[in-house]
């Protein structure tokens, strides 16, 4: 996966989820890496030093881990978002259900 799709997926993430209490503990724990996503993926920084794309990789490990997802079946989608991400979860844990 790059850094474009990783920090559009968790920009995504932080915008919507940020106030969500069941992801309270991921954000507090990410404070760096989640915003630092979306200033990114929105254009309002241009490029990161190494340390801060280090933040970014980690904080999608630790997302995809939570959604016991690997990046090698993100890489799979045909539109990598924060919903394909999320849709490809679900699936993995519910085998048979579709997802409306």
Not at 49 to 74: C, N, R, V, W
């Amino acid at each position: 996966m790059n850094l474009a799709d990783k920090t559009g997926v968790l920009g995504q993430l932080w915008i919507q989820f940020r106030d969500d209490e069941e992801f309270e503990t991921f954000m507090e724990y990410n404070d760096i890496g989640l915003p630092m996503a979306y200033y990114l993926a929105e254009g309002l920084v241009k490029e990161l030093t190494p340390l801060g794309e280090q933040y970014i990789h980690e904080t999608f490990d630790m997302f995809s881990k939570a959604l016991d997802i690997s990046e090698e079946e993100i890489d799979g989608l045909e539109s990598i978002n924060l919903d394909s991400v999320l849709e490809l979860s679900y699936s993995k844990k519910n085998p048979g259900d579709q997802v409306e």
